[in-house]
């Protein structure tokens, strides 16, 4: 069965630090991998996605995230942060066509 | 940018009541969704919908739970006998057809039961 840890319920940063969120991923087949992003009292946004094709995959908002297959991850980072990046991310696999398994959501803080 | 659209944004029922939730999915997506988030709880799958009838749907989604394209735009996820448990964010989301494609959700409706 597909299922996703997220090793981090809070990270802390200071406003043009950077970002490291982390995801691993627990699959039987070779999965869809997703990052969603969820602002306050907003729906879920897709951030980006990985499905088999390059390992680094570039999404919207200057973030990013590498497939390693060795270390069954799919970390998200970024280079800098800013405040509108306060919100909580979740990663998520899809081996099943279209079906979602979420992780339990890593809430990002950004401080001046 | 297309959107998936939800209404209500929050709705309050007594336990017992029926509740319909409303979507209107992307105009030219094909496969719907329904998904739910328990506050403080992890984000679940409940059912997909592809060509007029349910294409999976989890152990959550017993008898008390249906769904429902009316017309060629609504989306509705009904539950008939609401139950304090069902207090949760309710998302609809929407995709094309083929594998990758990516979901898209709408804003979410927030349904109290009391």
């Known amino acids: 069965a597909q299922s996703v840890t997220q090793l981090d319920s809070h990270v802390s940063v200071s406003e043009g630090t950077p970002v490291l969120l982390r995801c691993n991923y627990s699959?039987?087949?070779?999965?869809?991998l997703f990052w969603y992003v969820q602002h306050p009292n907003k729906g879920l946004q897709l951030l980006l996605k990985?499905?088999?094709?390059?390992?680094l995959v570039k999404g919207i908002n200057g973030f990013e995230a590498e497939f390693k297959k060795s270390e069954t991850s799919f970390h998200l980072t970024k280079p800098s942060a800013h405040m509108s990046d306060a919100a909580e991310y979740f990663c998520v696999v899809s081996e099943v066509f279209q079906k979602l398994v979420f992780g339990t959501g890593t809430r990002l803080l950004v401080s001046p | 940018e297309p959107e998936v659209t939800q209404t209500p944004s929050h709705q309050v029922t007594q336990m017992g009541q029926e509740v319909i939730l409303r979507c209107v999915p992307i105009?030219?997506?094909?496969?719907f969704y329904w998904y739910r988030q328990i506050l403080g709880q992890k984000v679940e799958f409940l059912v997909s919908?592809?060509?007029?009838?349910?294409?999976?749907k989890s152990e959550i989604f017993d008898d008390q739970f249906s769904v429902e394209r009316p017309d060629g735009s609504n989306f509705t996820l009904k539950i008939r006998s609401t139950k304090l448990e069902d207090s949760a964010m309710y998302f609809c989301a929407s995709s094309g057809t083929g594998n990758g494609n990516t979901i898209y959700f709408g804003e979410g409706s927030w349904l109290t039961v009391v």
């Open positions: 990985y499905t088999s094709a390059a390992t």
């Open positions: 919908f592809y060509n007029n009838e349910i294409s999976e």
């Open positions: 699959s039987s087949y070779s999965p869809s």
């Open positions: 105009s030219n997506h094909l496969y």
